[in-house]
């Protein structure tokens, strides 16, 4: 599955954890420690939505974000009874 929404492009991002260690100094510690840096990945929330593009149904992969708030047209699926 693509990592990055077909409506407004998010996409995975990268950053670092920051472990702090001991407790803070307005708290009544000796102050924090900062030990080393890791990397991490910032992944979306990205799901497989069918939905109308240009009037045809298509399958595309849509963030949660931009699914709340409406900039998809979902196809709804009938189903035979």
């Known amino acids: 599955m693509a990592r990055r929404c077909d409506i407004c492009g998010k996409g995975t991002q990268f ?3 920051v472990p702090r ?3 803070a100094k307005k708290k009544g510690g000796v102050g924090q420690h900062v030990g080393v840096t890791k990397n991490r990945v910032f992944r979306p929330n990205i799901i497989a ?4 593009v240009e009037g ?7 963030c949660a974000r ?3 708030a409406g900039r998809v047209d979902k196809v709804v699926s009938q189903k035979a009874e």
């Open 15 to 17: 950053g670092c954890t």
């Open 21 to 23: 260690k001991g407790q």
């Open 49 to 52: 939505v069918k939905a109308m």
């Open 56 to 62: 045809t149904p298509m399958t595309i992969h849509v």
């Open 66 to 68: 931009c699914l709340r």
